[in-house]
Nanobody, 124 residues
């Protein structure tokens, strides 16, 4: 079991930037993993996919709402989400998740290992 720990959340004004990090314990992502960022805007609401990357080939996917503003990247054991031009509607709890051999990278139902989340608050 992989332990995932997010960091980098905080409060920022609209138009600002934040960089989220997700550290994995005892593991290095190698072949055929999907690594994703998700968010939940309201407690009890379903998590939505924000961005994801495949370790094989390095392809990325983004939700339409964040395209051109967010960038997902990774190194051996860490996942990152650079968030620029933040908007109040980006306010949410952000989670990282991993899945071996997923088929739909932005679907939260694909992922079976999750971090505890980090809060991002964007004020207008």
């Amino acid at each position: 079991q992989v332990q995932l720990v997010e960091s980098g959340g905080g409060s920022v004004q609209a138009g600002g930037s934040l960089r989220l990090s997700c550290a994995a314990s005892r593991y290095t992502y190698s072949w055929n993993w999907c690594l994703g960022w998700f968010r939940r805007t309201t407690p009890g609401k379903e998590r939505e996919g924000v961005a994801a990357i495949r370790t094989t080939g390095g392809s990325t996917d983004y939700a339409d709402s964040v395209k051109g503003r967010f960038t997902i990247s990774r190194d051996n054991a860490n996942l990152y989400l650079q968030m620029d031009s933040l908007k109040p509607e980006d306010t949410a709890m952000y989670y990282c998740a991993v899945k071996w051999a997923c088929s739909a990278t932005l679907s939260p139902y694909e992922y079976d290992q999750w971090g505890q989340g980090t809060q991002v608050t964007v004020s207008s």
